[in-house]
């Protein structure tokens, strides 16, 4: 603790206000503040953002690679001095360790290879050189294996000092990973990071140093970059692929998905080093490459989204259940944004607008003095004034009047107006005429392609349809028939209507299935026999995840909490910057900027990287079984993952969308294949053109993905959301004009709209025509009311508890086969039970007469009492 004390203060310095102070000093402008404040009455611009498993290649690939690394730059400057010169001014981290890996290549392949370049070889002469380097990689000198290593890496970075384009280098990166793979480099890596993560020794120096920089951990960067850039690579297929790469591909994820390295997945490793380092046992541990290199291994081993649904699709099949209405990523890619709802800058400035007009109408009524309207005006303005000036405790800084606001031509929210200002309005267009509406966003011929009608097919459970038979009954004939939702004798004709309607659209999930059979498996245990659980990659994750679960969860949530832009710097917290500050720190303006804008992107990257990987935890497990699903969600409620999330968007998110932490002239591998330009403060804060940071928007989706299914169906969790007052916190995300995360903002509405009470449903009401028109419709949901007898807030300890108990059930049944409890067998043969083998102490023969008197001669037996007894 006290290491990490000291450590903290020392990095408080390398952010954006520091080097906004440092600017202001040089009369040079600061930074855009990332929290600045847009609550202005300019209106977001529509994202063209498409949600998927990962960015593009050239991004991910980027995304490994810091920019401040650059500590090794003075030890490769004798090496490429003449070659690459254009480099040494203007280049980053991972450039300049590009050009150390380079050297190492080829200083070792010169000596094999004279006068030729690696694209020349052919495909015989590389792997003999691979073997060659293979070899070196088991020498005992760790500054020779090191060597080799960068070597390798240079290999898998795509040979970029004989290339000439950005795609020539992608094109030998996955020609040579596809290579270094066949020749077995993967596993001797894996064997050195395992040396590297019990390297003791390291450790406890680390854990000395008051400061950690990128020095600590040399090795340990190297093996995971090369391990990234092979699961990366491997990951993606190809057309161009041909038969022998598509083998590999398969060979490679069943190996990674397999527990063949000491008996556990390859992710079960890298959740060791998370764990590891968040106990603050290995603070060197580069954090950010763990993150990543363990969620694309997870993607590679499980599948992303696309390939989750048609497994989704199988599973159903196979258990006989009617196929899914729809496709979810497929209807919100074509799902159009939604206007948000007005900002507290636009509120106050109708209001201003309202009160003169209502004004200057009073004025007019006055000059006509037989006006029916001259004596309703001060009470008609007093009421509207009241009714935009209520206090409610979940709208902060929303949208008073935000129902008046004209609507864009496409009809994006439908407009609801108060009667009082019906009133208004009316008296206000015999003065004032309307204002045109606006053009629309898109030419005409665009919106006649789009679909009509609701993108989404109604849904109903069988739990819905007993419940509208129970009420039913009750009212019309006097009592109940428990689950029946057959027998309809006795109920009017518009029952029965309404019933065949809900067994329609009745719908049955994977859950409700999964849970009947485990519900059956513990009640017949002996008539239902053993359960047969295929091994699916998902089923042997868990099965290691299972026993330090709680550990990983915790781990996962506080690393996102430290990279949260929310969160403010601790002496006790982790610290995660470690793999990105260099050894000595910024001494002028520019390296200070520099290395802010790297500090911010590093953070960036890793709440995408743990978002998307808790994400395909959470929908793998729901798939496989609800109750690991039901595990890992209690683990994450547990750990307080919800008031995190919450935290998370409390903060101007449009700042954090549109966010340009990142120089592209510096991303891999545009920087090793084309000259350098000159950095300037003015370059490095303009960042770069997009409109939105594509990683931004993909974690912001992310977490309200993992927050929707925290909180489904969970009364308990849903009443945490009022608690923690996020309604207003959600709202504010809707500024952001992007279907997909617009649809998951309003799925969270949705769910605690009946706790928010009927003022909050008037205040909003544009809110709640969005939820009418993109959320999915219960047809018998009373979501908008409040009169669901689910809403009544109580026994909610009880629920979380029985789910625990029943969750506690389903893992002591599958997976702790060695406990049967009371249904241990019994063996009943006398002989066989007289035959098995007693072990006796050393000395019970030289006792064994004395033994015989006290316990079988002794005592006096009264047979008569124990016939009685018996």
């Not at 495909?123 to 990689?137: I, T």
């Not at 290395?595 to 959470?618: P, Q, T, Y």
């Not at 007898?789 to 009880?798: E, L």
């Amino acid at each position: 603790m006290q290491t990490e004390n000291m450590e903290v203060p020392a990095l408080n310095h390398i952010n954006t206000n520091s080097i906004k102070q440092k600017l202001a000093a040089n009369g040079k402008d600061g930074f855009k503040n990332q929290r600045k404040d847009s609550e202005g009455s300019m209106e977001s611009p529509n994202l063209e953002f498409e949600y998927g498993d990962t960015d593009s290649t050239m991004a991910e690939l980027s995304e490994l690679y810091s920019y401040t690394e650059d500590l090794e730059f003075n030890l490769n400057r004798e090496y490429f001095e003449e070659d690459f010169r254009r480099h040494e001014l203007y280049s980053y981290t991972e450039d300049l360790e590009f050009n150390l890996n380079r050297e190492y290549f080829e200083e070792d392949f010169r000596r094999h290879v004279k006068e030729r370049k690696w694209v020349d070889l052919k495909w015989a002469e590389q792997q003999a050189h691979v073997m060659r380097l293979l070899d070196a990689l088991e020498v005992t000198d760790r500054d020779k294996r090191l060597r080799v290593a960068r070597a390798i890496l240079y290999l898998a970075q795509g040979v970029f000092g004989d290339c000439c384009s950005e795609e020539d280098v992608l094109r030998w990166s996955r020609s040579n990973v596809f290579l270094l793979y066949e020749m077995g480099i993967f596993s001797a890596l894996l064997e050195l990071l395992s040396m590297e993560i019990e390297n003791s020794q390291a450790c406890s120096s680390a854990v000395r140093k008051p400061a950690i920089s990128l020095a600590d951990s040399t090795e340990l960067r190297v093996l995971l970059s090369i391990m990234y850039l092979m699961v990366e690579v491997m990951r993606q297929e190809s057309e161009e692929d041909g038969p022998e790469w598509r083998n590999a591909r398969q060979a490679f994820r069943s190996e990674l998905g397999c527990p063949v390295y000491n008996g556990e997945p390859f992710a079960l490793l890298l959740f060791t080093m998370v764990t590891k380092f968040c106990s603050m046992n290995a603070p060197h541990f580069p954090m950010k490459k763990v993150l990543l290199l363990l969620w694309k291994t997870v993607l590679f081993t499980l599948g992303g989204f696309e390939e989750l649904q048609q497994q989704k699709v199988c599973v159903r099949e196979r258990e006989g259940l009617p196929a899914l209405p729809e496709d979810p990523l497929q209807v919100v890619r074509v799902m159009r944004a939604a206007s948000p709802p007005a900002s507290a800058m636009e509120l106050i400035e109708q209001q201003q607008k309202r009160g003169r007009r209502s004004r200057r109408s009073a004025y007019v009524d006055s000059l006509e003095g037989d006006s029916p309207f001259a004596k309703k005006q001060p009470l008609m303005k007093q009421d509207s004034l009241d009714t935009y000036n209520e206090r409610d405790p979940f709208k902060n800084d929303d949208t008073r009047d935000e129902d008046e606001e004209a609507e864009d031509a496409e009809g994006s929210l439908e407009t609801e107006v108060d009667p009082l200002d019906r009133d208004i309005i009316q008296r206000r267009d015999v003065i004032i005429q309307p204002p045109p509406m606006p053009p629309p966003l898109r030419p005409p011929s665009e919106r006649v392609t789009l679909p009509r009608g609701l993108p989404w097919a109604p849904k109903v459970r069988e739990r819905d349809i007993e419940h509208f038979l129970e009420m039913s009954r009750n009212k019309f004939i006097g009592f109940t028939l428990g689950s029946d939702t057959e027998t309809l004798v006795g109920l009017p004709r518009p029952i029965h209507e309404s019933v065949k309607t809900l067994k329609q659209h009745k719908y049955v999930s994977m859950a409700e299935v999964q849970i009947k059979r485990e519900e059956e498996l513990q009640q017949c245990p002996m008539t239902m026999g053993e359960e047969e659980v295929e091994e699916t990659p998902a089923e042997i994750l868990y099965q290691g995840m299972l026993p330090n679960l709680s550990q990983y969860v915790i781990a996962l949530l506080k690393l996102l909490l430290a990279a949260a832009p929310t969160s403010k710097a601790k002496t006790d917290s982790i610290n995660i910057l470690a793999d990105v500050l260099p050894e000595e720190m910024p001494v002028t303006v520019l390296q200070s900027m520099k290395l802010g804008i790297d500090v911010n992107r590093h953070k960036e990257i890793i709440v995408k990287a743990i978002s998307a990987l808790l994400l395909l935890l959470l929908k793998h497990f729901k798939l496989n079984h609800i109750y690991q699903f039901e595990y890992i969600c209690q683990h994450l409620v547990f750990a307080n993952c919800i008031p995190l999330i919450l935290k998370f968007f409390n903060q101007n998110i449009m700042s954090y969308i549109s966010a340009k932490n990142s120089i592209c002239v510096l991303d891999f591998p545009h920087c090793v294949v084309h000259d350098m330009p000159e950095l300037t403060a003015e370059s490095l804060e303009a960042g770069d053109s997009g409109e939105f940071c594509w990683r931004n928007l993909f974690s912001c989706i992310n977490l309200l993905r993992v927050l929707n299914k925290l909180t489904k169906w969970k009364h308990s969790r849903t009443m945490m959301l009022v608690v923690f007052k996020s309604a207003p916190i959600l709202k504010r995300a809707l500024k952001v004009k992007q279907a997909m995360m617009q649809l998951y903002v309003l799925k969270l509405l949705k769910i605690q709209t009946k706790y928010l009470g009927r003022q909050w449903r008037k205040s909003n009401m544009k809110t709640m025509s969005a939820i009418y028109q993109k959320v999915r419709h219960r047809l018998n949901d009373d979501w908008a009311y409040g009169n669901d007898i689910d809403a009544r807030p109580w026994d909610f300890q009880a629920e979380e508890c029985a789910l625990r108990e029943s969750i506690e059930k389903f893992n002591a049944r599958r997976y702790e086969r060695g406990q049967l409890g009371d249904f241990t067998p019994v063996d009943n043969c006398l002989q066989s039970v007289l035959s098995q083998p007693v072990e006796l102490p050393e000395d019970f023969p030289f006792s064994y007469q004395l033994w015989l008197e006290r316990e079988v001669f002794g005592p006096p037996i009264q047979w008569e009492g124990l016939l009685q007894q018996h």
